[in-house]
């Protein structure tokens, strides 16, 4: 019966009006709690979770008191909480009842990290979003989604519904539009807001959605036509704002945007570009350029977001949740200011049918830029654990300067795994640990899911060497 339901429920004549009479139905109960503040939804491939934190650092520390709800963690004010439901956006009743404790918390902002998965599930539907905030774009959840068009359809939704303006309602008849017109409070009009990372090839699909105040930040604005960036606010000294003297080291990076000089704990130059996205919708609305200056500088990235493991080693230990091609090859590449003598890296692949496409392209970055590859196992489900390293060993050992059991070692047991390549370090080494970052769970067959801690266990095993 449970298998059916669940049939029905992803046809879509039938899904359709189910996610959007939930969506409906539960911004009703909980009293349309967004219309109490100034709602910031951040989309895209990567960058989500760092963006919405940062985002949220800079408004708490402006004064402002804001309420987050991300992948790995939730806030209300100074209050901070894991999120062990491994889900990016929550479900729509446990949405609204969130965004109503930060109402009635007295928070001026709710920052919500807004995935595809629930765009397309209408979770989004009926939180009356005032800024749409774009990171970057690469093919992920593409076998969910059907085809990467599909899946940047799905992210444009975000701005398509902050240029409406009117929680999303505007598709629907006049006759439903006035019904739900009649539930939900009324609330003072004010133009939506839209912040762009310029310098992905797919902003201009964001851009198309007729949002009054755009934003854009580019580090390459001198080569960006007209059209590109139509529509945008200017900064008092370029086309567009503008991300200059990057410069990346191992204590985090700094540079200038507009003319201003940033600095940031976060390595890698695509916290750079987190960054600059949180700076500019700070200044979107009208933080003072101190106050997020001194928030920024502050900030320490959130759980499992290149995350240091704190040791006494002469190496490093880092986790990160770069479970897919494009987020490890970053990862990987920020590594490099340490010039260590090793990265040795540890990655392994989704279960449950997700994006297999990637398990073999993990390998291939894997190889192109770690010294020491430990293939493992990330969160199996219902899939065999050693099925899955086998798609991701081909990508390994395209090189064929890589030898089982000397610089490569295949270990299904995670825990293991970790241990090994922890042990393995020595002086002057880095170690990554990829895939989990700070979730809580590991999903296993059955359904099953044994709780996770990957900072934890890497802790204890370095308490193990002594720390």
């Known amino acids: ?84 439901t491994k889900q990016t956006m929550l479900g729509r009743f446990a949405l609204q009842k969130f965004l109503r404790q930060m109402a009635d918390s007295g928070c001026k902002y709710a920052v919500i990290e807004t995935s595809s998965e629930g765009i397309i599930q209408y979770r989004q539907r009926f939180i009356d979003y005032n800024v749409a905030v774009f990171t970057n774009l690469s093919p992920e959840h593409i076998e969910r989604h059907g085809g ?29 539009t006035k019904i739900i017109n009649f539930f939900r409070p009324r ?44 529509g945008l606010l200017r900064s008092t000294r370029n086309d ?10 191992q204590s985090g990076a700094s540079f200038e945007l507009d003319g201003g000089k940033y600095e940031t704990r976060l390595l890698g130059e695509f916290n750079v570009y987190n960054a600059a996205a949180a700076l500019v919708t700070a200044f979107s609305q009208n933080v003072p350029v101190e106050a997020a200056r001194k928030a920024l500088l502050s900030a320490s990235a959130p759980p499992g977001r290149m995350e240091a493991v704190p040791t006494k080693k002469p190496f490093k230990v880092f986790v990160d949740y770069s479970y897919e091609p494009k987020g490890l090859e970053e990862a990987l590449k920020a590594l490099k ?32 830029y770690a010294d020491i590859i430990l293939v493992t196992t990330d969160d199996p489900y219902d899939e065999n654990p050693d099925a ?5 060993m081909p990508g390994v050992l395209k090189n064929k300067k890589r030898v089982l059991g000397k610089n490569v070692f295949r270990i299904t047991d995670r825990r293991l795994a970790i241990e090994k390549a922890i042990n393995l370090a020595q002086k002057g080494d880095v170690v990554l640990l990829a895939g989990k970052g700070g979730e809580a769970w590991m999903n296993i067959k059955g359904g099953k899911k044994i709780p996770w801690n990957e900072r934890a266990i890497a802790e204890e095993i370095l308490r193990k060497r002594g720390k």
């Open 187 to 230: 609330r003072k009009s004010s133009f939506g807001v839209g912040v762009y990372n310029l310098d992905d090839k797919n902003v201009g699909y964001f851009l198309k959605p007729a949002i009054k105040a755009k934003y854009g930040f580019s580090r390459h604005c001198e080569e960006r036509s007209d059209a590109a960036i139509s």
């Open 388 to 392: 899955i390293i086998d798609e991701i």
């Open 1 to 84: 019966m449970r298998q059916f339901l669940d049939f029905l429920r992803n046809q879509k004549f039938i899904s359709r009006p189910y996610h959007f009479s939930l969506a409906f139905l539960a911004a009703v109960f909980y009293g349309f709690p967004s219309r109490k503040m100034i709602v910031i939804g951040v989309t895209g491939t990567k960058g989500k979770t760092t963006t919405c934190n940062l985002i949220a650092d800079i408004l708490q520390g402006a004064g402002f008191k804001t309420g987050l709800a991300s992948t790995v963690n939730f806030r209300i004010g100074d209050k901070e909480w894991v999120n062990e």
């Open 148 to 176: 990467f068009e599909k899946y940047r359809a799905a992210k444009v939704k975000l701005f398509e519904q902050v240029a409406k303006r009117r929680n999303g309602v505007g598709i629907y008849p006049h006759t439903i």
């Open 240 to 249: 567009c704002i503008k991300i200059s003297n990057v410069k990346l080291s």
């Open 337 to 368: 200011v340490f010039e260590s003598r090793q990265i040795i890296v540890l990655i392994g692949s989704a279960g449950g049918g997700r994006d297999r496409w990637r398990r073999p392209v993990m390998g291939e970055i894997a190889d192109r």
